[in-house]
């Protein structure tokens, strides 16, 4: 089955993206749980977290740069934001593409679970 | 002033520590808000994900490698964990010292905000 982080990421599916470079690729999410919510995902497929190698440290490092770079894009880095990464059934991941939630805009809830 | 995270890193502050190595220091938060609650930093001061320039892209991603060995550690990583980075005010960030919380061990909150 057609993983649905990968066409986007290869354009093959549309999506609001607001930041495409260095093999990362942003796009606002479609059922927005916050006045900012942007998901940075990396263009080479790996499942989640808990298949992160040694040899993925530089593009899960850049995930969470681009995360910045894109709350800086929206004027929210001075009051804050949330990055979350979800992983497995117990956190609600949904999509077996590694994802960073970028969510802002607004105060935001704690205790953090 | 004295960064508490700098400190825990050092050794100068004693932290329950459960990995360390390659820069990056995990121990167990004094405040768990689940039943498994890590904090995964890097040795090095970086103040937040706002402050993450290119250079530091390889110790950010072994962060999340580091905070998904640890979640194996803990024998988590089938039913899943959440990873958290807070950044700034509206997020609740409280130590200015770059760190991602792991939670796990129960089913997590959704909507995540």
New interface residues.
Partial sequence: MACLFCQIASGEVAANIVYKSEGVTAFRDVAP??PTHILVIPDRHIAG??E???A???????L??V??EA??MEG??????????????????SIDHLHV?L???????????
């Fill in positions: 749980q916050a977290a808990a992160v190698t040694s993925d440290e530089v593009v899960v490092g850049r969470v740069r995360a910045a709350a800086r929210i880095t001075d009051r804050g934001y949330r990055l979350i990464i979800n992983q497995g059934h117990d956190a609600g991941q939630h969510l802002g805009g607004r105060p935001l809830p704690t205790p953090l679970v």
